[in-house]
T-cell receptor, first 114, second 114 residues
Framework: AQTVTQSQPEMSVQEAETVTLSCTYDTSESDYYLFWYKQPPSRQMILVIRQEAYKQQNATENRFSVNFQKAAKSFSLKISDSQLGDAAMYFCALFIQGAQKLVFGQGTRLTINP | GAGVSQSPSNKVTEKGKDVELRCDPISGHTALYWYRQSLGQGLEFLIYFQGNSAPDKSGLPSDRFSAERTGGSVSTLTIQRTQQEDSAVYLC????????????FGPGTRLTVL
């Protein structure tokens, strides 16, 4: 079975600072993708970043980047220059080719302090 | 449409009633997914449709839950004889294909069973 673990239920950061959200996962499959989704109070789940397991290079999207450690099965999200609009629940998710569903972590609630 | 749409946004029903939740995926997306988000269980996969293939119903929690997808587009999730434990946010997502991985979510339907 595949599992995703987010060990930080809540995190807070000062505006303009950098914060890192942790995620570990477990799978015996070799062909998979990892995602970070953001869910603001509006409830809409928004894709933040995606990483293919076969790629060694860490994905980057503007202020968002990941640290993908395949051997350690770790997939952390770094948010640089935090903005008030980054406040949300962040979910780490695993997609296994062939299983056709996302497996989510429990989420981390991120608060941005002005 | 530009994104995944879901209706209604909120639904309040009485225990024992049937409810129907609707999802309209992104145009051209062949894969459609339903997830449930509840306080106790986090985000759970319910059901997956890919084109005209038989759906993967492995996540449906009981036989009170069913879903259909007409014409490879709009999907309806039906919950019969609702129970209080069915109260949750029901999220729909779509993707270009089942192997693509990236799923785009709708705003969800918040179901409250009194």
């Amino acid at each position: 079975a595949q599992t995703v673990t987010q060990s930080q239920p809540e995190m807070s950061v000062q505006e303009a600072e950098t914060v890192t959200l942790s995620c570990t996962y477990d799978t015996s499959e070799s062909d998979y993708y990892l995602f970070w989704y953001k869910q603001p109070p509006s409830r809409q789940m928004i894709l933040v970043i995606r990483q293919e397991a076969y790629k060694q290079q860490n994905a980057t999207e503007n202020r968002f980047s990941v640290n993908f450690q395949k051997a350690a099965k770790s997939f952390s999200l770094k948010i640089s220059d935090s903005q008030l609009g980054d406040a949300a629940m962040y979910f780490c998710a695993l997609f296994i080719q062939g299983a056709q569903k996302l497996v989510f972590g429990q989420g981390t609630r991120l608060t941005i302090n002005p | 449409g530009a994104g995944v749409s879901q209706s209604p946004s909120n639904k309040v029903t009485e225990k024992g009633k049937d409810v129907e939740l609707r999802c309209d995926p992104i145009s051209g997306h062949t894969a459609l997914y339903w997830y449930r988000q509840s306080l106790g269980q986090g985000l759970e996969f319910l059901i997956y449709f890919q084109g005209n293939s038989a759906p993967d119903k492995s996540g449906l929690p009981s036989d009170r839950f069913s879903a259909e997808r007409t014409g490879g587009s709009v999907s309806t999730l039906t919950i019969q004889r609702t129970q209080q434990e069915d109260s949750a946010v029901y999220l729909c997502a779509s993707s270009l294909g089942s192997s693509i991985g990236t799923q785009y979510f709708g705003p969800g339907t918040r179901l409250t069973v009194l």
